[in-house]
Antibody
Framework: QVQLVQSGAEVKTPGASVKVSCKAS????????IHWVRQAPGQGLEWMGW????????NYAQKFQGRVTLTGDTSINSAYMELRRLRSDDSAVYYC???????????WGQGTLVTVSS | SYELTQPLSLSVSPGQTASITCSGDKLGHKYVCWYQQKPGQSPVMVIY???MRPSGIPERFSGSNSGNTATLTISGTQAMDEADYYCQAWDSSNVVFGGGTKLTVL
C-alpha cells in the first residue's frame, strides 16, 4: 500500500534551517510529483512547491522562492524539504503529498511539526 | 496570483444536505479537488477532477464545477462528516488551496 512517512518533530531557533524528509513506499517513486504543503496552527493549507523525482524538476510558490529547496533521492525513495532563515511564523505542520503530474493529491504524509522559537 | 474563496463555516443538521462552495475566476475551466481534514489528521481527498469520487469515499459526497464556482455536496450529512474542507486547483504550474470551510453537524 502507498505510504509517505515523514521525519519527526523539530524545534528550531529563528534564523536556523530545517530539513524534513518524506519516505515513499508502495508505488513507483519516480512516477509522481512530491508536493509540500504546510498548515500553521488553526490555519488553512498553504502550498509550498513540488519536485519531480524523475528528473529533479521543481517549482516553488512565489512566497517561498529563495528560502526553500526541494530535493529527492531516488536511491532511497525519499524527498526532502529544506526551509532556511526560519521565523516564528514558519511554525507549522509540514506535509508531503504525492500527485501524478498536474493532478490530485491522493496520498499524504502524516505531517511534521516544526516549531520555531527562541 | 490566483485565489480560491470558500465560506468560513457552514452548519447543517444530521441528514440534511451540505453544499460547500469554492469560487475563483473561470474556475470551471480548471479541475477542482476537495479534501476533508479532521482535527489532528492529514487531509484526505474526497473528490477529484470536479466530480470523481476516490474508492472508499461514500456516495453521499459529490462535486460539480461550472462558471466561477465549484461545489462540494454532502447528501444525508452524518456526524462523522464534521471536518474542515478545502478546495484545490492548479493555476499554471502552481497549486492553489481555498481557505477552508469548517462544517459543523449539529
Amino acid at each position: 500500500q502507498v505510504q509517505l512517512v515523514q521525519s519527526g518533530a523539530e524545534v528550531k531557533t529563528p534564523g536556523a534551517s530545517v530539513k524534513v524528509s518524506c519516505k515513499a513506499s508502495g508505488y513507483t517513486f519516480i512516477g509522481y510529483y512530491i508536493h509540500w504543503v504546510r498548515q500553521a496552527p488553526g490555519q488553512g493549507l498553504e502550498w509550498m512547491g513540488w519536485i519531480s523525482p524523475n528528473n529533479g524538476g521543481s517549482n516553488y510558490a512565489q512566497k517561498f522562492q529563495g528560502r526553500v529547496t526541494l530535493t529527492g533521492d531516488t536511491s532511497i525513495n525519499s524527498a526532502y524539504m529544506e526551509l532556511r532563515r526560519l521565523r516564528s511564523d514558519d511554525s507549522a505542520v509540514y506535509y508531503c503529498a504525492r500527485a501524478e503530474g498536474y493532478s490530485k493529491f491522493d496520498f499524504w504524509g502524516q505531517g511534521t511539526l516544526v516549531t520555531v522559537s527562541s | 496570483s490566483y485565489e480560491l474563496t470558500q465560506p468560513l463555516s457552514l452548519s447543517v443538521s444530521p441528514g440534511q444536505t451540505a453544499s460547500i462552495t469554492c469560487s475563483g475566476d473561470k474556475l470551471g475551466h480548471k479541475y477542482v479537488c476537495w479534501y476533508q481534514q479532521k482535527p489532528g489528521q492529514s487531509p484526505v481527498m474526497v473528490i477529484y477532477q470536479d466530480n470523481m469520487r476516490p474508492s472508499g469515499i461514500p456516495e453521499r459526497f459529490s462535486g460539480s464545477n461550472s462558471g466561477n464556482t465549484a461545489t462540494l455536496t454532502i447528501s444525508g450529512t452524518q456526524a462523522m462528516d464534521e471536518a474542515d474542507y478545502y478546495c484545490q486547483a492548479w493555476d499554471s504550474s502552481n497549486v492553489v488551496f481555498g481557505g477552508g470551510t469548517k462544517l459543523t453537524v449539529l
